[in-house]
């Protein structure tokens, strides 16, 4: 079995920005910022005789290169605690668009529906404690952190393989958008 995800990776100059938001928190081990990413669709795991349909299918999926901005740092949780930190996403129709054509992509290819809501965002950290008392004054810190906006000319999909000490991902195939050859400010901005 493999486990799968599609996603956008964040380029390095992001990935410091974000990075430099990683402290503050008791008992929390932050995401690697090389392992940042904006999940478009976690697939989970198949069977490895499934990852030639899954690839072919990505491979077809036709959508515009397009800017995006992060912004605002929130948080997934219940009563039982904080489940992660997150950093937003700026409103993304362009990422909303890609998002779906992978999805209907996906399905054609034998994978089950999505059947929660897409929340695009950048994890941080994550956890199955309960919340850090000082969580919502992080969070009410750096509201109004803002980065980019930078260009999302590809998509990728990702293998996951568990371990003790985190996830390591590993880049399996990268999709080209359209138009990412155009000059970086006349990209769509979203
Ligand atoms: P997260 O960042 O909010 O944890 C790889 O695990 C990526 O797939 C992560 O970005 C993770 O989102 C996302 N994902 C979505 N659903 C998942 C699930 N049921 N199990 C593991 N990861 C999931």
């Known amino acids: 079995m493999i486990r799968l995800f599609v996603a956008i990776p964040l380029p390095e100059e992001i990935q410091d920005r ?15 910022a090389e392992n940042f990413h904006i999940t478009l669709r976690f697939i989970g795991e198949v069977d490895e005789s499934r990852f030639e349909d899954i690839d072919m ?17 929130d948080s997934f949780g219940n009563n039982n605690g ?3 930190v997150w950093v937003g996403i700026e409103r993304a129709p362009a990422l909303f ?7 209907s992509a996906l399905v054609r290819a034998g994978v089950p529906p999505e059947t929660q809501k897409f929340k695009p965002h950048v994890t941080l950290t994550r956890s199955r404690q309960r919340g850090d008392a ?21 998509f990728t999909l ?33």
């Open 18 to 32: 974000v990075s430099a938001l990683c402290s503050g928190l008791a008992n929390v081990r932050w995401v690697d």
């Open 57 to 73: 299918a990505l491979s077809v999926v036709r959508a515009p290169a397009f800017r995006l901005k992060l912004s605002g740092v």
């Open 158 to 190: 990702f293998s996951s393989f568990l371990t003790q000490s985190g996830s390591i991902y590993t880049p399996e195939r990268v999709y080209p958008l359209e138009g990412a050859e155009q000059p970086y400010p006349a990209l769509q901005d979203e």
């Open 134 to 154: 000082r969580l919502g004054e992080f969070i009410a810190r750096n509201s109004l952190f803002q980065a980019g906006p930078f260009p999302v000319t590809e």
């Open 97 to 103: 668009h890609l998002r779906d054509k992978v999805e």
């Open 82 to 84: 904080v489940r992660s």
